[in-house]
């Protein structure tokens, strides 16, 4: 129990996937000029890097027993597609309201690499199932963390005519990210037992 | 006489695009997490751009020649589809074969499945334009990223190891800047170069709020 | 209806083609492949034991050489490989585990005494160019040479001069570090019971 929550709090933080791996950056620079934006982005990574995660497991696990790993790229790529597919429209059927926040931007996900990456780690790191299945949704949380964090100083710097133009936009978001991902490094060694 | 009529040609101006006007990672900031991973040394910058030159340009022109069959609905997981198997059938070929090479680029193929550059110019411009134009585009897109790696990685090299190339150029007094090796580093440098090319192209983002 | 189908038939086809093209392209790469690495194996063998060689003939040589000593491990079906050089008596072995991005496999020779590095070579890893890939380097892997592996081997940026069991950790590959560092601990807790008991049988 002690391992499950500290490898939670490492993949939030002490080994955040955007801040510490660089994942996922193109999606979080397009999409963190709002607040609300970002939040319906980052929920909608967390609900499928943590499905995808939880599904990619046992097909490994198939894969592997038949000897066809070379495939599990593509295989899971496959499953990444169908399942977001599958989630729009189960959002969009049941519960509509949700659909109106972040149903737009579930779609983009498939191009997400976070997603990918950590269908890609659990292999990497052999994790059980239910470490893989913590690792997912840290790893969603974190990136959740890390849009809704650009955002937030986004939106206030948006009040502040003191950019200089050729920053303006996304320039000034990698500034942002350079500073986010210092004070992420200072998590580095951070363990709570 | 000449360059005067090539101007015209349209694909002058589709590489002129992909070079500088629309530069993917410099005005379109796109392909950001390879391009912040491999340019704290610029021998890793060379080889990470001409891989991406190469897988442009070939998933490009694999997205183009089938076009006209592609489901909209299913177009991006066609487009990873394609770029994915692409390249672990180069990464396999170049194991049996070239097995130097494929050690010195195999921590980059993964980078390239998920470089969204490849994804965008498929997505852009290879899904509605015939071979020929498609063969520039990636060409030039490829070309236009790999300079931009180059100039980060000799600015972080230099300041991170005192090297070029491996080659010393900072006089043995001087201090590594660690942190330019490092993630904070490559996107200061990044957020900095991005700044001077949109002054110097007069190519401004404006804040729609 | 009709625009369904469509798709449908699309992606079963893409599906179809790209699995049979990369099964194909794998099965026929697969021999050469295999002979790859285990050449690079070999070379990485016989250079830490200072065996010259030329790159046509690495497996002659190394079967000349070395001998292969495989045993069995306790609760698995395939057993353990060690490659000694008679000669010097040292021993090397593979190890594997993974890595930050990908997997690291590389290959360690020790001293006789199952304890001092002489030498350890990486043969595959996708670590972080720059910063964890600096483990490819032999300026980097020369480091280890003389330390002790064993279940406390600790690579750390703090490491005591002249402590056999500290290595120096990569600058900026923290992470790479930690994951080496427990590759290398399991590696040597699997093999050390089995290599002991073998030996003193001897």
Same mark, same amino acid.
């Given at each position: ?46 609900f499928v890097v943590t499905l995808t995660g939880i599904i990619n497991y046992p097909i490994y696990l198939l894969l592997r027993a038949?000897?066809t790993e070379?495939l599990s790229l593509l295989v899971f790529i496959t499953t990444i597609a169908a399942t977001v597919?599958f989630l ?21 996900i498939t191009?997400?690499c976070v997603v990918l990456a950590v269908s890609l780690f659990f292999v990497n790191r052999d994790y059980n199932f239910?470490q893989t299945a913590t690792f997912s949704f840290?790893a969603g ?53 | ?79 990873m589809?394609?770029?994915s ?125 | ?81 060690? %490659? ?6 040292? #021993?090397?072995? =593979?190890? @594997?585990?993974? /890595?930050?991005? *990908?997997? +690291? ?8 005494? %199952? ?6 070579? #990486?043969?595959? =890893?996708? @670590?972080?160019? /720059?910063?964890? *890939?600096? +483990? ?16 406390? #081997? ?49």
């Open positions: 129990m002690v391992d499950i929550f500290d490898l939670f709090i490492t993949s939030v933080l002490t080994q955040n996937i955007a801040l510490t791996f660089i994942l996922g950056m193109c999606p979080l620079i397009a999409i963190s000029t709002n607040v609300k934006n970002a939040k319906g982005m980052g929920i909608a990574v967390i038949t000897g070379t597919q729009e429209l189960f959002i969009e059927k049941y519960f509509p309201k949700m659909y109106n926040s972040f149903g737009l931007f579930l779609p983009l191009v997400n239910i840290g949380i974190g990136w959740f963390l890390a849009i809704v964090l650009v955002a937030g100083i986004r939106e206030k710097l948006a009040q502040n005519t003191g950019i200089p133009r050729g920053l303006a936009g996304r320039g000034i978001v990698f500034i942002i990210l350079g500073i986010l991902s210092l004070a992420f490094i200072g998590f580095t060694g951070l363990s709570i037992f | 006489m000449k360059l005067i009529r090539l101007r015209y040609k349209k694909w002058y101006n589709i590489s002129r695009d992909g070079l500088t006007t629309n530069n993917p990672i410099a005005i379109a900031v796109l392909g950001i997490c390879s391009a912040l991973a491999v340019t704290n040394r610029v021998d890793n910058a060379i080889a990470m751009g001409l891989a991406v030159v190469f897988v442009v340009t070939m998933s490009s022109l694999t997205v183009s020649l089938i076009r006209n069959f592609i489901p909209s609905r299913v177009r991006m997981v066609t487009y589809v394609i770029i198997s692409f390249v672990i059938m180069v990464q396999l070929f170049l194991e049996a074969f070239f097995p130097l090479i494929a050690a010195a680029l195999g921590a980059f193929l993964g980078l390239i499945i998920t470089n969204c550059i490849v994804m965008g110019r498929a997505e852009a411009f290879a899904v509605k334009n015939p071979l020929r134009y498609t063969f520039f585009d990636g060409i030039a897109n490829g070309l236009g990223y790999t300079y931009v790696l180059v100039i980060v990685a000799v600015v972080r090299e230099l300041l991170a190891f005192g090297t070029i190339l491996d080659v010393r150029i900072m006089p043995d007094t001087w201090t590594n800047w660690v942190a330019m090796a490092l993630a904070p580093g490559g996107f200061f440098v990044l957020g900095l170069l991005i700044w001077a090319l949109r002054e110097l192209t007069n190519n401004f983002e404006t804040v729609s709020e | 209806m009709n625009k369904t189908k469509q798709m449908l038939v699309f992606v079963l086809a893409m599906g179809l083609i790209t699995s049979f093209l990369l099964v194909g392209v794998s099965l026929l790469t697969r021999e050469r492949i295999l002979a790859n690495q285990q050449a690079a194996l070999q070379s990485a063998i016989l250079q830490a034991n200072d065996i010259a060689f030329t790159a046509g003939e690495v497996n002659e040589i190394f079967n000349d050489r070395i001998e292969v000593i495989e045993l069995e491990e306790e609760g698995s079906d395939t057993p353990l490989v060690f %490659f000694r050089h008679p000669a010097s008596g040292n #021993i090397s072995f =593979q190890f @594997e585990g993974g /890595g930050v991005w *990908g997997p +690291i496999i590389g290959v360690i020779t020790l001293e006789d005494d %199952f304890k001092t590095i002489v030498e350890i070579t #990486i043969l595959e =890893q996708e @670590e972080t160019p /720059g910063l964890g *890939g600096i +483990i490819t380097e032999r300026a980097y892997l020369n480091n280890y040479v003389g330390a002790h592996l064993s279940e406390s #081997i600790t690579i750390s940026h703090d490491s005591v001069p002249g402590d056999p069991n500290y290595v120096d950790a990569i600058t900026g590959g923290t992470r790479t570090s930690e994951r080496f560092e427990t590759i290398l601990r399991t590696a040597y807790q699997r093999r050390a019971d089995v290599w002991r008991t073998f030996a003193e049988e001897e």
